[in-house]
């Protein structure tokens, strides 16, 4: 990104309102259905990172290097491929379209996961964003919970009751 870009952008995230207070310069009051699936798998990425994060707290407290290596696995897009079928039967049709909507998202694949793997995983983090931004606490809390023990499940090999 050249600087002149950079600085644009900067330049438009914020504004001072009459009041003197800052607030957003644009793009407020979109409808969260509007928004690209790649946005909703943006922010759905970080609400899953510091559930997982938050959780593995009650695991170890100390070993910082322990958690994060825990933590780097269990989000990692393998992982969150393998939640996400998991699920699939569990889901509303609004939230089927969105995974799919999340899967069929054009960017760029690491080489850590296949592109049907980071594929599922973008649909599975947009249908985790949408949740939040749609403040459906309880329906999210259920999905990140089941997604959770099926990872955990699959890193130790156990199989579901």
């Known amino acids: ?27 407020q009051n979109i409808p969260v259905d509007r928004l690209p ?29 322990v958690l994060h290596t825990f933590d780097a696995k269990i989000v990692s897009a393998v992982m969150q491929a393998k939640a996400v079928k998991m699920l699939k039967n569990e889901l509303s049709p609004e939230e089927a379209d969105i995974v799919r909507r999340g899967r069929n998202a054009k960017s760029t ?24 931004l749609q403040k459906q606490e309880a329906r999210l809390s259920e999905i990140v919970d089941k997604a959770f023990a099926i990872i955990s499940r699959e890193m130790t090999n156990i199989s579901p009751k």
Do not use: C, W
Request: charged share 20%; no cysteine.
């Open 109 to 132: 694949v690491p080489k850590s996961a296949t592109i049907a793997e980071y594929r599922l995983a973008t649909g599975f983090e947009a249908l985790i964003g949408y949740l939040y």
């Open 1 to 27: 990104m050249k600087f002149n870009h950079f600085q644009s952008l900067v330049d438009n995230f914020f504004t001072v309102n009459e009041a003197g207070e800052l607030s957003p310069a644009k793009y």
């Open 37 to 65: 699936a790649l946005v909703l798998a943006y922010l759905g990425d970080a609400y899953f990172t510091l559930y997982v994060r938050t959780r593995l707290l009650g695991y170890e407290q100390n070993k910082v290097r």
